[in-house]
């Protein structure tokens, strides 16, 4: 003789079900956004370092767009001129990153507090009114994926 559910196991399963289906759904968004990854660099120490780690990432997944905002003192290495203890230029590693689609961007609020302005920036560098803010907008809606170096 067949089993015949009570109206409060349907409710349970009907619940259960709707349930699967939101996750189901909020999934397939997510999997049909294009990965992309904003690395956040608040220090100018080991730039070298930090910039060669964003290199190996784009070597290793070119097809993902990258984009690197920069605040505090981070955003010392991409004023015109600036150089690493030895004295090399990091414009150099910049103009790599900038050829490999690399988008980079200087917080405005730390240029004002450094008393910059955008003609002190090295060519190629972009700006965002927050750095903070913008971080925040890459992951929240547009999906990219963080790495702080």
Known sequence: MPVIPSAKHRRRAALAAIGVSLVAISLVGWTQ????????IE?????????????????????????????AGGVRAVLDGASDPNGGFFSAQLEQLLAKNVR????????????????DLTFGIETVPSGIAELGRLQFELGFAYLKL
């Open 43 to 71: 220090s100018d120490d080991h730039m070298n370092q930090k910039l060669r780690q964003i290199t190996r990432h784009i070597e290793a997944h070119p097809s993902i767009p990258v984009r690197v905002i920069l605040i």
């Open 33 to 40: 956004t294009h990965p992309a990854v904003a690395f956040h």
């Open 104 to 119: 980079i961007f200087a917080c405005e609020n730390t240029l004002r507090s450094f008393n910059k302005s955008l003609d």
